[in-house]
């Protein structure tokens, strides 16, 4: 549990400084050091990187050209910066995380039925997303075409919603059928527990 | 009063979602430390009898309940409770894992109990040397392979110490060995004294350690005895008339070279070389994982091939536009609520020629809703059909654009042998088919079977012509 309250205390200083902080060179400091933060809790820094990358590169000419376009491009500069090293910092702070540390940390403040929900949707959101990738293909396979104007767009897009809908509507049935075997919501309280690590590897 | 030995007793249940009765006035008692073997053909009301042993049925999920469950001398309707006693491992594990590690899920049931962490820790290193998962602790679930995903969850049931263990069809789409494995571990936990019930419709390598099997059809329970007898039932049940083989013409519709595909740096597929004839029945085995549905994608061009070439009708594949191989290839696919779009059962048979500027007459459109058995349903909306009939939708939508060439991924499951075969009969010698599959009798149609191997195919050899 020590190791949670670490993050946040290393964390949440930083994404304070990067919101307040006028100085250039001490903005590149703080993303700097939620960089070594990444390392130090033993996490991916190369994969990070590249999920950062793959959201900056598009948004950062996009950002500049809108600001410019409203206003000078000095202040366009400085927005940006500032709106990367935000994004880098807070990408940062919630990769260190983990699923299990969050729904505690959760549990602390709610009920532990209400923090639940975050563990639920990212596993389920990892299910929906293969999901929809089937989908397309399935569409494709039946010689469904995208194309024509943009209604027409938009309507082929709400009839893949709606067999990605049902079919969750089918799977929740399973889920609660899942939960209640596992006995959760059964007693008030629950324990967390944590692996130690060494037995593991 | 003395305890009773029935461990579970069920009084004149019967359930109902909509209308139609799904179980009609079932009665049977279960002793303790039995192993059940329940049967019965896909659709006759297993999962939900295993849902109202549960007590989720009538408690979550609504319906009309008729009659009584007793587990332990207690009602399931009045004593929420139950769970305690009783787990029950569904059919698709990806919906049944809650969590994302491995070690989490394991831990999930014993924290829902309260446990503390020493307990936990000894616990679920037990279970996971146990079921051959301790290398995989830390593992992220989302890269586990199917089987090792119906593992954990079998793992996580077990080790949450309860008397009876339910499991829905355990062993369904499962390579040979996995199933062993699975089987090998059910038959642990046998022997450990805790009641089993197993629901089953293939009961292949099943019959082993039964000490009692029900045969359900049709929401009753029909037989109730030893496990020979039963099968003998269920034989009876699912015997359909025979398809036969027809010999293929010899102008070859599809050629395929060196095809090579793999999602990350290493192939999946390595050089897969095959000539597919006119009219032929071709199906292609293997074990979970092994490239089956992928090799079927890149068929089709839905996946890009990374090497070889694939001539379709003596034309090379990349001269065809998307809807053009739509045209000429129908797939379906497996899980039927992804292929459903539109809002009746005549809408969704009709928008495949739409798309293609055709429309089907009045006349062959009766035929097709006869074939498939879906004319009583022709209004229903998709959704409201059941699994069998949604997969038989599925594959009446495909044929109705009429393609030379069509591809069927697990064309069995969910579908009772009868209309099954009727469909097959319509197909065979008018097109030619290519099958995905795990059901060793419908080798028995084929005209060539192949076994995908390290990312090659290798024709077998199997029983004569019938």
């Known amino acids: ?201 | 009063m003395p305890k009773v030995s029935k461990l579970i007793e069920i009084r004149n249940l019967s359930f109902s979602y909509s209308r139609e009765p799904i179980l009609r006035d079932i009665n049977f008692s279960i002793k303790q430390k039995e192993a059940i073997l329940l049967l019965g053909i896909s659709g006759c009301g297993k999962t939900t009898l295993l849902r109202c042993l549960t007590g989720i049925i009538p408690n979550t999920i609504e319906g009309k309940f008729k009659g009584k469950v007793i587990v332990d001398d207690k009602d399931t309707k009045t004593f929420d409770k139950i769970q305690n006693e009783m787990g029950i491992v569904l059919q698709d594990p990806e919906t049944q894992i809650i969590t994302t590690k491995v070690w989490s899920e394991l831990a999930f049931g014993l924290e829902n109990l309260c446990y503390n962490q020493e307990e936990i820790s000894k616990i679920v290193k037990k279970f996971a040397k146990k079921f051959g998962l301790l290398k995989k602790l830390n593992y992220d679930v989302k890269n586990l392979s199917y089987g090792e995903k119906k593992k954990v969850i079998i793992a996580a049931m077990a080790a949450m110490n309860k008397k009876i263990l339910l499991f829905d069809e355990p062993l369904s789409n499962l390579d040979i060995g996995m199933k062993k494995e699975i089987l090998e571990l059910l038959k642990k936990l046998k022997e450990e004294g805790k009641t089993i019930i197993v629901a089953e419709q293939n009961p292949c390598i099943l019959k082993l350690f039964f000490d009692r099997c029900l045969v359900l059809a049709k929401g009753r329970i029909v037989y109730n005895g030893n496990v020979k007898q039963g099968l003998e039932v269920l034989r009876k049940i699912t015997e359909h008339p025979r398809v036969s083989r027809i010999k293929p013409n010899e102008d070859v519709v599809m050629e395929i070279e060196n095809l090579s595909f793999g999602y990350g740096k290493e192939n999946i597929l390595k050089g897969i070389d095959l000539k597919v004839r006119k009219n032929e029945v071709i199906v292609i085995t293997g074990e979970n994982g092994c490239g089956k549905t992928t090799l079927a994608l890149c068929l089709c061009d839905l996946l890009k091939r990374r090497k070889g070439e694939i001539r379709l009708f003596g034309k090379l594949m990349d001269k065809y536009n998307s809807r053009e191989i739509a045209e000429r290839i129908g797939f379906v696919f497996q899980n039927p609520n992804f292929q459903i779009f539109k809002n009746n059962v005549v809408e969704e048979i009709n928008c495949g020629p739409k798309n293609f500027e055709r429309m089907l007459k009045k006349k062959e459109m009766k035929e097709l809703l006869e074939t498939f058995d879906l004319y009583g349903k022709r209004k229903f909306h998709p959704f409201s059909l059941s699994l069998g009939e949604k997969r038989r939708l599925t594959i009446a939508s495909i044929s109705s654009t009429n393609p030379d060439i069509l591809i069927l991924d697990e064309p069995a499951f969910g579908q009772d042998p009868y209309h099954f075969s009727k469909i097959l009969r319509s197909f065979i010698g008018k097109k030619t088919i290519i099958m995905i599959t795990h059901e060793e009798s419908l080798f028995k149609v084929a005209n060539r079977v192949f076994r995908m191997k390290d990312g090659k195919m290798v024709e077998i050899k199997c029983g004569k012509a019938m």
């Open chain 1, 1 to 201: 549990m020590w190791k949670s309250y670490v993050k946040i205390i290393c964390f949440v200083p930083l994404i304070i400084l990067a919101f307040i902080m006028n100085d250039f060179f001490l903005l590149i400091l703080v993303s700097l050091t939620s960089f070594v933060l990444i390392k130090f809790f033993d996490k991916d820094l190369r994969q990070v990187v590249i999920s950062l990358l793959k959201f900056l590169v598009p948004t950062i000419p996009l950002l500049l050209i809108m600001w410019s376009l409203f206003s000078n491009f000095e202040t366009a500069i400085i927005a940006t910066i500032r709106f990367s090293v935000l994004t880098i910092t807070l990408f940062t702070a919630f990769s260190c995380f983990e699923v299990q540390e969050t729904f505690e940390l959760m549990s602390k403040i709610f009920p532990y039925k209400f923090s639940f929900i975050i563990v639920l949707s990212i596993r389920y959101l990892e299910v929906i997303k293969d999901d929809i990738g089937r989908i397309n293909l399935i569409r494709k396979a039946r010689g469904f075409e995208d194309k024509g104007n943009i209604i027409r767009k938009i309507k082929s897009k709400i009839e893949l919603i709606v067999p990605v809908f049902v079919d969750s509507l089918f799977k929740a049935e399973d889920v609660t059928c899942a939960l209640e075997a596992r006995c959760f919501g059964m007693y008030k309280k629950r324990t967390f527990w944590k692996p130690d690590f060494e037995v593991i590897k």
